[in-house]
């Protein structure tokens, strides 16, 4: 996976909105389409060239990755302001398309 300056290979902050119309909280999230190069909304691109690794590396971090409102534990919990998750993901898988998902546990107000 190719990243820009602004990103390293560890952590990146991605930004997508979930669909509008669920019966229930998913159990699975895609967090990344397949193919070859990704424009986020924001107009920043990258290459996912080893989604497998992306994967791997969740997985030698052994942390679960939050999923929060408005990028929060980036920016208001460094400053020791509130930063609540929606979700923990709790597992990242490949699929056959190249396509990364996550497994996510949501917390109470995230599954409102």
Same mark, same amino acid.
């Given at each position: 996976?190719?990243?820009? %300056?602004?990103?390293?290979?560890?952590? =990146? =902050?991605?930004?997508? @909105?979930?669909?509008?119309?669920?019966?229930?909280?998913?159990?699975?999230?895609?967090?990344?389409?397949? $193919?070859?190069?990704?424009?986020?909304?924001?107009?920043?691109?990258?290459?996912?060239?080893?989604?497998? $690794?992306?994967? $791997?590396?969740?997985?030698?971090?052994?942390?679960?990755?939050?999923?929060?409102?408005?990028?929060?534990?980036?920016?208001? =919990?460094?400053?020791?302001? @509130?930063?609540?998750? =929606? $979700?923990?993901? %709790?597992?990242?898988?490949?699929?056959?398309?190249?396509?990364?998902?996550?497994?996510?546990?949501?917390?109470? %107000?995230?599954?409102?």
């Amino acid at each position: 996976m190719t990243l820009n %300056k602004q990103q390293t290979a560890h952590q =990146a =902050a991605l930004n997508f @909105e979930l669909p509008q119309v669920v019966s229930a909280a998913p159990e699975w999230i895609q967090l990344l389409p397949g $193919g070859s190069v990704l424009v986020g909304r924001d107009g920043r691109s990258w290459i996912n060239s080893a989604p497998e $690794g992306v994967v $791997g590396e969740f997985v030698v971090g052994a942390k679960d990755m939050p999923l929060d409102w408005e990028h929060s534990t980036e920016l208001k =919990a460094p400053k020791g302001e @509130e930063a609540p998750a =929606a $979700g923990w993901f %709790k597992e990242l898988q490949v699929r056959v398309d190249g396509s990364i998902w996550g497994r996510i546990e949501w917390t109470d %107000k995230g599954r409102e």
